[in-house]
């Protein structure tokens, strides 16, 4: 597990600040002038496309990845637009480039190291406490290979007390180079997500929520992750009353989506892929989004998950204004 700043830094985003004008009409905000991020798939906006082996490109090399915004595979694990660039959107910003692949980059117009952002740390430093530092979607990838090796519950739920102590010491390390605004996401809704639906699709009946279809147990295990987060959250509060710490709700932000899907724009039970084949949930495992033969749906914007492990850009858009705009932030993003 990534138990230390170096392993945990590529699931990183620091947004730096500096003052550019700003629509009377938006509200009111913090300005920003970059964004650096160290992401992983969620916020990576090319890197892994540029390392991987040419012989052996990743999906997201292939379409219809890309289709809905670039029309053409940019490395972005999504049909277009991911988190982080809606993110640039909203504080007028440009799309933040790959760090690999990418010719004269620098930290004045933004950069993505996501895979080598342990070695961009030192020449952050200085600039950290004029920074909102948003820490990614850290354990996911954790708990994923844990549930995916056939691990039960109760094996995967005494790791999260580990994750919670790798998220606050990430965050105490970052304090101590100068680090004052955080936001900190909690866990996306992955009993909604069709490769979990598919993996547990063995699942008793009673285990799945009547009302959205997604499996009860495994969002019940997601919202213990962020009570346990929320609750070391409090405490580093405390502890360093000097600093922000914001809580993103991103299990709430994306399960009204299940809730009410047609408010929202997505369609009517809205569990499967819109890019995957065969099963109830339109995924296969070994026969994923990018192979030879897979096909995607004509309307990406009304799904809410694209390819089985990510979001699509529709879903992407709607969640950030929830959190920069909606109740998802607490306390509220500024």
């Not at 995916?148 to 790791?159: A, D, H, M, P, R």
């Not at 932000?253 to 299940?258: G, I, L, P, Q, T």
């Not at 994923?288 to 192979?291: D, Q, R, S």
């Given at each position: 597990?990534?138990?230390?700043?170096?392993?945990?830094?590529?699931?990183?985003?620091?947004?730096?600040?500096?003052?550019?004008?700003?629509d009377s009409t938006e509200p009111s905000c913090r300005s920003y002038k970059s964004i650096i991020s160290f992401g992983d798939s969620g916020a990576d906006t090319g890197n892994y496309l540029h390392l991987f082996d040419?012989?052996?490109?990743?999906?997201?090399?292939?379409?219809?990845?890309?289709e809905t915004f670039f029309h053409a595979p940019t490395g972005r694990n999504s049909d277009g637009?991911?988190?982080i660039d809606f993110i640039a959107e909203f504080l007028r910003l440009p799309y933040v480039p790959p760090y690999f692949g990418s010719q004269n980059v620098s930290f004045k117009q933004g950069i993505n190291f996501a895979v080598y952002g342990a070695t961009a740390l030192?020449?952050?430093?200085?600039?950290?406490?004029d920074s909102l530092i948003l820490m990614g979607d850290i354990g996911a990838n954790d708990y994923v290979y844990m549930f995916?090796?056939?691990?039960?519950?109760?094996?995967?739920?005494?790791?999260v007390p580990l994750v919670i102590k790798a998220i606050s010491s990430a965050i105490v390390d970052l304090i101590n180079l100068g680090g004052k605004t955080f936001l900190v996401p909690g866990s996306f809704p992955y009993g909604c997500f069709p490769a979990y639906l598919t993996l547990f699709q063995t699942a008793k009946e009673?285990?799945?929520?009547?009302?959205?279809?997604?499996?009860s147990w495994l969002n019940a295990f997601g919202k213990n992750h962020d009570e346990q987060l929320k609750t070391e959250l409090r405490r580093l509060r405390k502890l360093y009353p000097h600093v922000n710490i914001i809580y993103a709700d991103y299990y709430n932000?994306?399960?009204?989506?299940?809730q009410e899907p047609a408010k929202y724009g997505f369609k009517e039970r809205p569990l499967g892929a819109c890019c995957g084949v065969g099963g109830q949930y339109n995924f296969t495992i070994g026969e994923?989004?990018?192979?030879q033969g897979v096909g995607y749906c004509k309307n990406p914007s009304e799904y809410v998950n694209w390819d089985g492990y990510h979001l699509t850009e529709a879903t992407h858009q709607k969640m950030v204004h929830g959190l920069l705009k909606g109740p998802y932030a607490t306390p509220a993003f500024d």
């Open positions: 597990m990534a138990s230390s700043l170096k392993k945990l830094i590529s699931s990183f985003l620091l947004i730096f600040s500096s003052t550019i004008t700003v040419v012989n052996h490109p990743p999906q997201a090399a292939f379409p219809p990845y890309g637009r991911l988190i030192d020449h952050c430093k200085e600039m950290l406490g995916f090796q056939g691990k039960s519950i109760n094996e995967v739920e005494e790791l009673e285990e799945y929520d009547p009302f959205t279809g997604c499996l932000s994306m399960y009204r989506f299940f994923e989004c990018g192979y």
